[in-house]
């Protein structure tokens, strides 16, 4: 029998579903977060109501009229609302408000273990087989060029992860496992990062069959040296 918690959270994800429906927000990634941030909370032993609700309003509003460009305090304020019409008892509200505004950088430090299970589900899915479908063709799907043409892994020159989005899935492979708070989410990112590293040897390979005359580093360059702590 499912508890008044379950039925609430069941509530919720139909409610919030439907919205991003109607806007056209990005339901997927939202789902996902939902998802891996239950399956962190298990392992880790933290509220799963508390984390389940903040993942499925983390992204409320998608931010587009956030003051300041405060995304994560315009989804809480905007969660706000949502669980308010739920009834949601005072302390869960406050605790689900404070993981949505504190997951993301610029939040400040997610002093609760929910906020930061948040955090690096939100994280995770930028890293792995997902994370590479996403920076390549979800983000800028037919924006512009994929890569720099003369130098695509910035080998002398620095990356600019605005502009194409193989800078921006290096950086985010680079960037992201440093931020992540708990053991089990380190774990994951460990084997989804090793499928990156595979991606970009073998990325390496076919662009030294394509362009021959752009500037590539050498073969194997992603594989860390004994003793390294992992790519450059």
Same mark, same amino acid.
């Given at each position: ?8 959270? *069941? @509530? =919720? %994800? ?26 962190? *909370? %298990?392992?880790?032993? @933290? ?6 609700? &903040? ?16 995304? *994560?305090?315009? &989804? ?15 302390? @869960?509200? @406050? ?8 997951? &993301? ?9 929910? &906020?930061?299970? =948040? ?37 002398? %020159? ?7 989005? =193989? ?32 991606? /970009? ?5 076919? /662009? ?13 360059? =992603? ?10």
């Amino acid at each position: 029998m499912a508890s008044a918690r379950d039925e609430t959270l *069941a @509530a =919720l %994800r139909a409610r919030v579903e439907g919205l991003y429906a109607r806007s056209g927000g990005d339901w997927p990634h939202v789902e996902r977060v939902y998802g891996l941030g239950r399956r962190l *909370a %298990r392992q880790e032993e @933290a509220d799963r109501f508390v984390v389940g609700a &903040a993942a499925l309003l983390h992204d409320l509003g998608d931010g587009a009229d956030a003051p300041g460009g405060d995304r *994560a305090g315009r &989804a809480a304020e905007l969660a706000g609302e949502e669980l308010a019409r739920l009834a949601t008892p005072p302390a @869960a509200t @406050a605790a689900i408000l404070d993981a949505i505004a504190r997951h &993301a950088e610029g939040g400040g430090a997610p002093l609760s273990l929910e &906020a930061r299970v =948040l955090g690096d589900a939100h994280r995770l899915d930028d890293l792995g087989a997902l994370g590479v479908a996403r920076a390549l063709a979800g983000d800028v799907a037919g924006s512009g060029p994929l890569y720099e043409r003369g130098d695509p892994f910035a080998v002398g %020159r620095d990356l600019v992860p605005e502009r194409y989005p =193989l800078d921006r899935l290096f950086a985010r492979m680079l960037a992201l496992p440093h931020r992540l708070h708990t053991p089990t989410a380190r774990a994951i990112a460990n084997r989804r990062v090793a499928l990156m590293l595979f991606y /970009f040897e073998e990325l390496r390979e076919e /662009f030294a069959e394509t362009l021959p005359d752009a500037l590539l580093p050498d073969r194997d360059w =992603l594989i860390p040296e004994e003793g390294a702590g992992g790519p450059p």
